[in-house]
């Protein structure tokens, strides 16, 4: 799992724009996050997160972004930061138009670690 979503995140880097490297950051902290390992979780969720900010991506990726760093600091045990992630991740969504996009990022929030 781990190796296919670094693989999956290496090709976007070469093939894709900052959409699809910021998709393949946010599927790397999500399987360091399922896998329970805090440390590699937040840094991918960062990186997600820093390329949405230097390419302007808003909506449902930057919403993803935050919704990845409330998962990893939950993780982690950082009860605080996870909360605070979780708030800007639902301002994000404020912007969600899509209702697939929309049911997506509600499902994912919903499962967050508390």
Known sequence: MVHAAHASRYHWERVGDATNLLAGEW????????LRRAEPALHHAECALRVAQEAGITGFFLATCYEALARAHAVAG????????REQANRA???ITDPEEREIFDRDMAALPM
């Open 27 to 34: 599927q790397c902290s999500r399987v360091y996050s399922v």
């Open 78 to 85: 950082d009860r605080a930061a996870s909360d605070a992630a």
């Open 93 to 95: 969504a404020e912007a």
